[in-house]
């Protein structure tokens, strides 16, 4: 039996789940993840997208990174809480 981690958003509509080792973890400070956490950096764990599993309604928003690349923010329509983030990486 595999060990997960749970989580979801402010307003619990949103729900996922995770392996509980994740595959890496990055901190990017780049003025896109700024404003998308309002805070100095963005610190993610990072996994395969077929190893995450979300239930209830989201939305994305799909953006140009700096390096040129597009990054979809898939967040709760309801309480706005982000919940994943998905690169082409």
């Known amino acids: 039996m ?3 981690r749970t989580g979801g958003c402010l307003c619990g509509k949103v729900r996922y789940e995770v392996p509980y080792d994740m595959k890496t973890a990055a901190k990017c400070h780049c003025l896109q993840c700024q404003k998308s956490t309002g805070a100095s950096a963005m610190t993610a764990a ?3 997208e077929d190893d995450v599993k979300v239930t209830g ?3 994305s ?8 690349r ?6 709760c329509p309801n309480c706005g809480t982000s919940i994943s983030m998905h690169t082409p990486a």
Do not use: E, I, R
């Not at 928003?61 to 040129?68: H, V």
């Open 2 to 4: 595999s060990k997960t």
């Open 46 to 48: 990072v996994y395969a």
């Open 57 to 59: 309604d989201t939305k």
């Open 61 to 68: 928003y799909t953006y140009t990174s700096d390096g040129g």
């Open 70 to 75: 597009p990054v979809m923010n898939v967040f």
